[in-house]
């Protein structure tokens, strides 16, 4: 409880908080992280979210990808450290999110400012001319194309060989850059780039409070307040003094 009180006085004293997120907050919604136990590397080949490999089997990807993966992500709803995380930017505590998940998580609990490093798997987008569809509207039992312009569609997530979204990393280098106290929940910190965020914040000034049941490849490095909790209950608790 001491140290849910020293995160909510560093946040209540700040003037500019951003949220940095990982899979660790997603749990508790059901959604598998994509490493340790129960990781979704343990049940799906690691190719299926290569790039070159879905270009080249197209129709096994899609397969793979609704067998279980989709449903899922689909029908998996906020936990109370999405809902703390909505209602503390409603009052104007934490300005941005940045995500690591593509659950669409964030949004569902009414975030509004949130940049996604990763995409959305409950989007779909054109190869060819990057319009976005929601996966809900298609039966993806047959590859789904693009009602403008036929072409096939693709997840709206990053597969391994692709590009970050340029907007969503130029705004979450902006606001780690900006913020005077990031809060890291449930991130292992081994993805790369999106790791390098909360060590540009930490550079800049900001004070690190990291909430995470076990250490990160951030506790020892950069974290000023390290909550060993897990992120619904923490954020709860945190939510309740401001
Ligand atoms: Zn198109």
Not at 74 to 79: F, G, R, T
Not at 102 to 130: F, Q
Request: aromatic residues 10%; hydrophobic residues 40%; charged residues 25%.
């Amino acid at each position: 409880m001491e140290l849910t009180k020293s995160a909510a006085r560093a946040l209540k004293e700040s003037k500019y908080a951003v949220a940095f997120t990982g899979a660790g907050i997603s749990v508790e919604s059901a959604i598998a992280p994509f490493r340790g136990e129960n990781g979704i590397w343990n049940k799906y080949e690691e190719k299926l979210f290569e790039i070159n490999y879905f270009y080249s089997h197209t129709k096994e990807a899609w397969e793979m990808l609704c067998d279980g993966f989709y449903e899922a992500t689909i029908k998996a709803i906020p936990n109370a450290a999405h809902n703390a995380l909505a209602k503390l930017e409603q009052k104007g505590i934490i300005k941005s999110v940045i995500t690591q998940n593509i659950d669409n998580l964030h949004t569902k609990a009414g975030s509004k400012n949130v940049y996604e490093l990763h995409g959305n798997a409950t989007k779909l987008t054109c190869i060819r001319d990057g319009n976005k569809y929601l996966v809900r509207d298609f039966d993806l039992k047959i590859v789904p194309s693009c009602k403008k312009c036929g072409a096939m569609l693709k997840p709206n997530f990053v597969f391994f060989g692709e590009m970050l979204p340029e907007k969503d990393m130029r705004m979450s280098i902006d606001a780690s850059r900006n913020c005077d106290v990031m809060l890291v929940i449930g991130s292992t910190g081994v993805v790369y780039p999106a790791a390098s965020l909360p060590f540009e914040a930490k550079r800049n000034g900001a004070t690190i409070i990291e909430i995470n049941p076990k250490s990160s490849a951030f506790t020892n490095e950069i974290v000023d307040i390290f909550i060993p909790m897990e992120s619904a209950k923490a954020m709860m608790q945190i939510s309740e003094l401001l």
